[in-house]
């Protein structure tokens, strides 16, 4: 599934993108709030996110994981994902993404975002996003509000709840002081915010 906007284009994954990806990993920037910033090492990306990431589509047509290319200079600017929180019953699903650091500030990842839900609201029968970030995650937290998603629940997110959750260093993860943060839009509240030009559709 090809998707895109107006400076993105989004494209499932491919064994091709290991180098990409290792690269978005290393960053510290990037794995602060993940990790405290430390790197996937490459046998991680090649051996679990790369195979986790090609093989979601397959398992659940429509969800999943994309790889984001600026459509203008053909760059991997990072990836976007939508996931069911129940796999038997995808009336619900998680979106998450995560770019370069060098693409930040630019309103990509709010238009991957937006992309991605509309995905989700019109293709896929998701009666629900939601969204997890954390409290001093000040910029992811901007990118959900601007598509008009609500904060609903804070809590704490202990290291034996980040097993299995996208999060490769959880033995070393520190707890940050402030709280996790999930973050909802209904689609009925997304079809109140639509562009009139989007009506329709």
């Known amino acids: 599934m090809l998707l895109e906007t107006e400076r993105l284009a989004l494209r499932r994954f491919t064994r091709g993108d290991a180098d990409d990806l290792f690269e978005l990993d290393g960053d510290p920037l990037v794995m602060r709030f993940l990790n405290g910033g430390k790197p996937t090492p490459r046998e991680i990306v090649d051996a679990e996110v790369l195979p986790r990431f090609m ?6 047509p429509g969800f999943g994981f994309w790889a984001a290319i600026e459509k203008a ?3 991997f600017v990072g990836w976007f994902s939508l996931r069911p ?4 019953t995808p009336v619900a699903a998680s979106l998450g993404f995560r770019l370069r650091s060098a693409f930040w500030g630019q309103g990509l990842a709010t238009e991957g975002a937006q992309a991605i839900v509309r995905v ?16 001093a995650n000040l910029a992811s937290r901007r990118v959900l509000e601007k598509i008009g998603m609500s904060l609903v629940r804070r809590y704490r997110m202990t290291a034996e709840d980040l097993r299995g959750i996208d999060t490769f ?31 329709a559709t």
């Open 120 to 135: 989700a609201f019109t293709e896929l029968g998701v009666g629900r996003v939601i969204a997890t970030t954390y409290e």
């Open 85 to 88: 929180l129940h796999e038997s």
């Open 55 to 60: 093989g979601f589509d397959r398992r659940l």
């Open 169 to 199: 260093h959880v033995d070393s993860y520190e707890l940050w002081d402030g709280d996790d943060l999930e973050y909802s839009l209904r689609r009925d509240e997304w079809a109140a915010l639509r562009h009139p030009e989007d009506r």
């Open 73 to 75: 200079s053909g760059d």
